[in-house]
């Protein structure tokens, strides 16, 4: 789970539909995009119950800043425009917004290597520095179907609890964070250790070889220190300039 950290100023709804755009934007250059499916989608500063997600239709690099549309936890446009979201979208996004009000973000994909490991029964294991970061974060939600109904929400919650994520058997990977940044962090984080994981699985040799219960904590540990820098503090700036380079547009 995130350390608890000092409480951060609070965010204005701008600031976080230019962040949520460049994820969008950033998702699409990783080739995590699934056409027009999946979803990123935050909160909406002082209006509580309602968040931000893409138009239905719209790819990742179409969305920016003015398109992202306001919902409530229903699915509800809220916002005037009339423009239409994918149902699947707020029974995930609106059910984790509920539960969790302290989040920002969060992230649903269906993503190449996270896919691929949700197949796996051994989930994620502590065999590279990536998955260590992620170490005890992480729950998992069987599949049930598409994700339409209201009990696979209950369940779905319930598996999440105070977790940072969960591995969506047969389907996907979800991530939620107290910022975008941090929710993007984590879904990279996430694509990358299942993509190495899955690469050494393939190598064959007898198996990955993981390291144990108390070096997994303690790198874990090491990456977290006492809870003052989140993830995605270091590295948005960063990934902001590589959006304004090569996906310019989304701050429209």
Known sequence: ????????????????????????????????????????????????????????????????ASNLVKVDLQGRVVDGSGRPVNPTGFTIHGAVHAARPELECVIHLHAPWGVALSMRPEG?????????????????????????????????????????????????????????????????????????QLLAMAAGGGGVPAVGEALAERSYRQWVGDGSEWDGDAEWPALLRRADRLSPGFRD
């Open 1 to 64: 789970m995130m350390p608890q950290a000092t409480r951060r100023p609070p965010r204005c709804e701008r600031e976080i539909r230019t962040d949520l755009a460049a994820a969008y934007r950033l998702a699409a250059l990783a080739g995590w995009d699934d056409t027009v499916y999946t979803h990123l989608s935050a909160a909406v500063p002082g209006q509580p119950g309602v968040y931000l997600i893409n138009e239905f239709g719209l790819g990742f690099d179409e969305v920016t």
């Open 124 to 196: 994620l294991l502590p065999c590279s520095q990536w998955a260590m970061r992620l170490h005890g974060r992480l729950g998992r939600h069987a599949y049930e179907g598409l994700a339409l109904g209201a009990e696979e929400q209950r369940r779905l919650v319930a598996n999440l609890g105070l977790l940072d994520g969960l591995i969506l058997e047969h389907h996907g990977t979800l991530t939620v964070g107290r910022t975008v940044a941090e929710a993007f962090m984590l879904m990279h984080l996430l694509e990358r250790a299942a993509q190495a």
